[in-house]
């Protein structure tokens, strides 16, 4: 037994694991079918003007009416304006052909669209034109359901609790009255006998109706979302986390599959996003969501949203905050860094000024040597060993006092370049921090969402800075793309249409020469991944004319002084720009 408990007890992280990857699986589709959101808006828009065309075309009342209808079921949870103008339509139909109880029926639908809506004044008035002995059963149906619906919403928003009571005694006597009429199987009832468990507590039950609901539905249709939203409430009030988030993702999923802009699942998992720190999902998804009820054309939608969209706001506002702290913090070390190179500067100029003073002194030598060497003929061959020596170190000396002044030059360059790019950068964000100071005193928030939401900004400042980098390392390295290409193969070489400017494969290959040889510091600098950044650096090396190996030495060496000794070779000194 002790054994049977240990086994469930390890596998329980397990489970949580799953379940939470089967969640973030979900996400990851929802990110999907947002960005593919315009394909199946342009499917159901293509739905509905065949549908459109097949009632232009229709002949008799019987096939305009049912086409009529059609249209309107496209539009029901698209665009409600044009749902309710469509069954106008077939209504119109009906009474001229003396159809009453088509009429009515038609009426009942448009009541439900109006309190859907928020319309419930116009609701009740269209439903209280219905004579109900004047419906066929499915009319009546609809006329009950009509009727729930309406009081259910004047119900939940109502503030006074006399009416409160009202409403909802209301609303359970008509789903009462639709369970009397309707099929046990039909999925309007078994969705009144999960709410009914629902409501009384009995979890269970309600779960066995939601399961009886899903084996009668197509898992890729609109209904599909409605269960998928019922399960999650089941799942939420047994406080189920995994499996109630997991559900509601799914019923976002499946509307925006659908085309329907009639949500609620995605601002509610906006929400939940919101609250458990994932703020940028969470403003991807209600942005989404308003749109949505935009195009739908509901007042309710616009109201449930908005105080989602506030607590985004407000999370919003924390991560500016954070975020100025994080850049007051980096000024800080890049001024320390500043006056660290300035010291190390002057410490550089000596040490230079020192090797000047070694360097003649040993020339000094040099000549008593030479000198030495006529008026000692017995010690030549000893004396001629000593002056090689000396010369060699004269030509190292002079080998690094090049190299100094060569790293000096780049450094100097690039600590003026940074120094200015860290002023114009504070400048910058204290002009953005203005603009947004005012647009929240001025309550644009919309005009800030919109703002904060664009990436111009940034795409601008990093083309900037990739220019301002091109035209330094350019001027400070004329010949280095000519040199480069040299150390390519002909059909491999590397052709710019703007001398001015590099392109990516240069870029990753100047700042190697500049001593930044490190992929993810190189991506960080060009914003790619490091991936990317391994995969331009093996397909340069792959076309080099020497072994992959020496090929970003010899890139180091561009730009790097020739000596020729005296025995009429040439020797490179070391990189030391770095």
């Known amino acids: ?68 209808l059609k249209v309107y079921e496209e539009y029901k949870a698209f665009v409600n304006d044009s749902a309710i103008a469509w069954l106008g339509s077939a209504e119109r139909l009906a009474r001229r052909n003396r159809d009453i109880k088509s009429a009515n029926y038609c009426v009942a639908l448009k009541a439900f669209q109006c309190s859907t809506a928020g319309m419930y004044m116009e609701s009740a008035e269209m439903l209280a034109s219905i004579n109900p002995r004047q419906l066929t059963r499915d009319g009546l149906l609809a006329y009950y359901t009509s009727q729930k619906h309406l009081y259910q919403e004047l119900g939940f ?66 209904e599909f979302s409605i269960v998928a939203f019922y399960r999650f409430l089941d799942y939420k009030k047994m406080n189920d986390t995994d499996n109630w988030t997991y559900w509601l993702a799914m019923s976002a999923l499946g509307d925006i599959r659908n ?59 924390g991560i500016m905050q954070k975020q100025k702290e994080r ?20 410490y550089v100029n000596k040490q230079r000024g020192k090797l000047k003073l070694t360097r003649d002194e040993l020339s000094r030598k040099n000549r008593q040597l030479m000198k030495l060497n006529n008026e000692m003929q017995q010690v030549n061959d000893n004396l001629d060993k000593s002056n090689r020596q000396l010369t060699d170190t004269d030509r190292q000396l ?38 947004v100071l005012t647009m929240l005193k001025n309550k644009h928030h919309t005009e800030l969402m919109n703002k904060m939401k664009s990436h ?45 400017r590099l392109n990516t494969d240069i870029r990753i290959f100047a700042l190697i020469r500049l001593g930044i040889d490190d992929s993810s510091k190189i991506a960080e600098f060009l914003h790619y991944s490091v991936n990317t950044i391994y995969n331009y650096r093996a397909r340069i090396k792959n076309g080099a004319i020497c072994g992959r190996d020496e090929f970003e030495k010899k890139v180091k060496e561009i730009g790097v002084p020739q000596h020729t000794n005296k025995e009429g070779g040439d020797t490179a000194d070391e990189d030391t720009a770095q």
Request: glycine letters at 2%; one cysteine or more; hydrophobic letters at 40%.
């Open 327 to 346: 850049l007051v913090i980096m000024v800080l070390l890049i001024s320390l860094f500043a006056v660290s190179v300035l010291v190390l500067l002057v």
């Open 456 to 500: 111009d900004y940034r795409d601008r400042q990093q083309q900037e800075l990739f220019d301002i980098f091109d035209t330094t390392f350019i001027h400070l390295f004329p010949t280095f793309v000519d040199d480069f290409n040299k150390l390519l193969r002909p059909e491999e070489r590397i052709h710019l249409d703007d001398r001015s």
């Open 259 to 317: 085309a329907v802009m009639d949500q609620g699942a995605l601002w509610e998992l906006a929400n939940h996003l919101n609250t458990t720190g994932h703020p940028s999902r969470s403003y991807k998804y209600i942005n989404f969501a308003w749109q949505c009820a935009e195009k739908f054309g509901t007042r309710v939608r616009s109201t449930q949203i908005s105080p989602v969209l506030t607590a985004i706001d407000s999370s919003y506002q």
């Open 1 to 68: 037994m002790r054994n049977i408990l240990l086994l469930i007890i390890s596998l329980i992280p397990a489970v949580a694991s799953a379940d939470a990857a089967r969640t973030d699986s979900v996400y990851r589709c929802i990110d999907e079918a947002i960005a593919n959101a315009s394909v199946y808006l342009s499917k159901r828009e293509g739905r509905i003007n065949t549908l459109k065309r097949r009632f232009e075309t229709s002949r008799g009342y019987a096939a305009r009416y049912a086409a009529a």
């Open 157 to 222: 928003y109502t503030r006074i609790r006399n009416l409160r009571n009202k409403y909802n005694y209301k609303e359970r006597m008509y789903a009462d009255s639709i369970k009397a009429i309707a099929n046990k199987n039909s999925g309007i009832y078994l969705q009144l006998m999960e709410a009914d468990c629902y409501n009384s507590d009995d979890l269970a039950q309600a779960l066995r109706y939601n399961d009886m609901r899903m084996k009668n539905i197509d898992k890729d249709s609109h």
């Open 398 to 435: 002079h080998m690094a006092i090049g190299n100094l002044n060569e790293s000096n030059k780049v450094k100097e360059k690039y600590i003026g370049l940074f120094l200015r790019q860290c002023s114009i950068y504070i400048e910058n964000m204290e002009q953005m921090r203005k603009e």
